[in-house]
């Protein structure tokens, strides 16, 4: 079974970037589609982005990010990188990765069966 861990996360200010890392252990992470997802106080799991697996994998984003996002793998390293430029007040949240053993679990969270414990990511205007 993966296990999944966040890094990256802090407090930032507006305008900022910030990288964050999923770095899976466990089995062959190139065989399971990854996607980040992240809270804010008092709301429901929102889709970021993700990716599917294999080298090269597809990628999409949700309207909020789309543009000013990058998410990508390294499966050499079994990790899944996101990075978001331009960060804003409302990017606030706490900052989950998630994974399942499938090809492209897509944008609703129940779709994935394995998650980190999140990262907060904080931004200050």
């Known amino acids: 079974q993966v296990q999944l861990v966040e890094s990256g996360g802090g407090l930032v200010q507006a305008g900022d970037s910030l990288r964050l890392s999923c770095a899976a252990s466990?089995?062959?992470?190139?065989?399971?589609?990854v996607g980040w997802f992240r809270q804010a106080p008092g709301k429901g799991r929102e889709f970021v982005a993700g990716?599917?697996?294999?080298?090269?994998?597809?990628?999409g984003y949700a309207d909020s990010v789309k543009g000013r996002s990058t998410i990508s793998r390294d499966n050499a390293k079994n990790t899944v990188t996101l990075q978001i430029d331009g960060l804003r007040p409302d990017d606030t949240a706490v900052y989950y990765c998630a994974a399942r053993q499938i090809h492209w679990p897509g944008d609703n969270p129940i779709r994935y069966d394995i998650w980190g414990q999140g990262t907060q990511v904080t931004v200050s205007s």
């Open positions: 466990g089995r062959a992470f190139s065989n399971y589609g």
């Open positions: 990716i599917s697996w294999g080298i090269g994998g597809s990628t």
